[in-house]
């Protein structure tokens, strides 16, 4: 469970889409998104039913309930990562904005709450533009909404689009007649814990390609003590397992499913070795369940994996940076060691 990206969640790194105008999102050419949205929810649900262990990603969260069950996350005393990474922006806000210059254009992967990158720009020398990229079009929409209000001289391109896959950047972007700026990729929440290893090194990789010439700012949470992290992803108000659970009511509600959610519990936990939390739905009981007229049958205590959140050393992610094309420049962390926020450099060529 990561913000920023809100992640995937954060993560990033994903929400789903809805529809809204071209003035507040940037228009992709053909179909209706929403059905593009559902079809693909449903495969991908049905595939992962389908096999064992069963799992499906993180980005499914991220509907309009999903997305606000995770803003109210945010604000849980439990939940560090967000009041930590916002306090290392503001403290080192000055050094942050030497390092990605003047004039340059911000491209925010996993877009949602505005709060930190609203922290970011006024931090900025006159950024050219801004270009959230989200698969949650509704989200979207509110957080570019806001940006336009708080920042009027900002020119503000939203995409909607998974970033996880390959994308093409808003025409503005591409070519310009003023000239090309220095692109600058914004990653927080520690989003790129909800990826596999191979996964975190593919996207970076093409981050570092669409960035060539700039540079990326990356949240990322740290290894700690276990019991501060099965503090954060098993809060006492219950919001991350209503998080959780909105799973299966979006699939009840979009794909017609018929989950019983209260027949399923959240479950989070520490894996030391692989040095992440999983997040599961344990089944409660024997039941079956149909997705797109197809029957599923958990076993009792049987569990559907929605979500991996890994943590990092300091050196183990400019090691994986440095693997994925960039060089690793200064890293900002908090007194207490929960939280980094790294500075990548995306070489030319």
Same mark, same amino acid.
């Given at each position: ?21 071209? *003035? ?82 911000? #491209? ?39 940006? *336009? ?32 700026? *220095? ?33 990326? %700012? #990356? ?5 700690? !003590? ?18 959780? %659970? ?15 959610? !209260? ?20 089944? %409660? ?5 149909? #997705? ?11 569990? %559907? ?27 900002? *962390? ?13 070489? #030319?060529?």
């Amino acid at each position: 469970m990561s913000a920023g990206s809100h992640s995937l969640r954060a993560t990033p790194e994903a929400r789903a889409r809805a529809p809204t105008t071209p *003035r507040d999102v940037e228009p992709r050419a053909g179909g209706d998104r929403r059905d593009d949205d559902a079809s693909a929810f449903a495969r991908a649900l049905s595939a992962g039913l389908g096999r064992r262990p069963r799992s499906v990603a993180p980005k499914f969260f991220y509907d309009a309930a999903g997305s606000a069950l995770f803003d109210q996350i945010c604000a849980l005393p439990e939940y560090y990562p967000t009041r930590t990474e916002l306090a290392l922006l503001a403290e080192h806000a000055s050094e942050i904005a030497q390092c990605i210059g003047p004039g340059a254009d911000i #491209v925010e992967f996993g877009a949602g709450s505005s709060r930190k990158i609203s922290l970011l720009l006024e931090a900025l020398e006159q950024p050219r533009r801004f270009v959230p990229i989200d698969i949650s079009g509704e989200h979207l929409h509110a957080a570019a909404r806001q940006l *336009r209000a708080e920042h009027p001289a900002l020119d503000v391109h939203p995409l909607v689009a998974d970033f996880t896959r390959p994308f093409a950047l808003p025409h503005a972007l591409a070519r310009n007649g003023r000239g090309h700026a *220095r692109r600058v990729g914004f990653f927080p929440g520690s989003s790129i814990g909800n990826f596999t290893p191979d996964e975190a090194h593919r996207f970076l990789r093409r981050a570092a390609r669409l960035l060539r010439g700039g540079g990326m %700012l #990356v949240g990322v949470d740290l290894v700690k !003590d276990p019991a501060v992290l099965h503090a954060a992803y098993n809060d006492a108000q219950g919001v991350t397992a209503a998080f959780n %659970l909105n799973l299966l009511a979006r699939a009840n509600r979009e794909l017609g499913a018929d989950f019983a959610p !209260d027949r399923f519990a959240h479950y989070a936990f520490y894996e030391p070795v692989r040095q992440r939390i999983e997040m599961h739905l344990v089944s %409660l009981c024997r039941q079956s369940v149909t #997705v797109c007229g197809r029957q599923f049958t958990f076993e009792e205590c049987e569990t %559907l994996h929605t979500e991996n959140s890994y943590k990092f050393t300091v050196d183990g992610f400019r090691g994986l940076a440095a693997r994925s094309g960039f060089l690793p420049g200064p890293v900002w *962390r908090d007194r207490d060691g929960l939280f980094s926020v790294h500075w990548l450099q995306a070489q #030319v060529g």
